[in-house]
């Protein structure tokens, strides 16, 4: 079975702080995808990143970056000098591909509150 | 024009009455997907289709019906609304990557 941890339900952080939201995620999959979405206060859902589980390397998009690490099942998301923008609700979610229908399982959410 | 498109954004409805939640995409996937999204529960799956003639359960497929008209639009039905599936319902689409998601529709039964 596939699952998706984010254990911090809801973060608060003052304007240019530094944060890392993390996930945890279970598959016995050998190949798999781990993907992050914002969802900001208007309610849609926005696409951030996708990772698959052969690539270890970490990204940076601009403010963002992520660190992947099969070791620990983890890929966290840190947010640097951190943007009342920013405030959302984050989700990880996890497909495995080896096995049947290769569903989307999503994390519960952390939610991110960037204050002036 | 957005990708996805939802109709209607907003509805209120009573305790047994039949809705229809309309989804479109322009993004010639082949693949859709209805989830409902609940305070602390995340998203949830309730129907997915492959193509027109392949649609398959979700994980809380009870209380909806889905319809694959054509390859562009997928449609979520609850045939009796009740009170409990007031949520926000997304739909969202796919090749064999990453799923892009609607606007969203907020039900709310009374």
């Known amino acids: 079975a596939q699952k998706v941890t984010q254990a911090q339900t809801e973060i608060s952080v003052v304007e240019k702080e530094d944060v890392t939201l993390d996930c945890v995620y279970e598959t016995r999959d050998t190949t798999y995808y781990l993907f992050w979405y914002k969802q900001p206060p208007s309610g849609e859902l926005v696409f951030l990143i996708r990772r698959n589980s052969f690539d270890e390397q970490n990204e940076i998009s601009g403010r963002y970056s992520w660190n992947f690490q099969k070791s620990t099942s983890s890929f966290n998301f840190t947010i640097t000098a951190s943007q009342v923008v920013d405030s959302a609700v984050y989700f990880c979610?996890?497909?495995?591909?080896?096995?049947?229908?290769?569903?989307?399982?999503f994390g519960t959410g952390t939610r991110l509150l960037v204050s002036p | 024009d957005a990708d996805v498109t939802q109709t209607p954004r907003n509805r209120i409805t009573k305790t047994g009455k039949r809705i229809m939640l309309e989804c479109s995409q322009t993004k010639g996937h082949d693949r859709m997907y209805w989830y409902r999204q609940d305070p602390g529960l995340g998203l949830r799956l309730i129907y997915y289709s492959f193509d027109v003639k392949d649609i398959n359960k979700g994980e809380i497929s009870d209380g909806y019906s889905v319809s694959r008209q054509a390859q562009a639009k997928f449609s979520l039905s609850l045939e009796s609304a009740i009170p409990n599936q007031t949520a926000l319902y997304f739909c969202?689409?796919?090749?064999?990557?990453?799923?892009?998601f609607g606007p969203g529709t907020r039900l709310t039964v009374l």
């Open positions: 969202a689409t796919s090749d064999f990557g990453e799923q892009f």
């Open positions: 979610a996890l497909r495995a591909m080896n096995t049947g229908f290769q569903k989307l399982v």
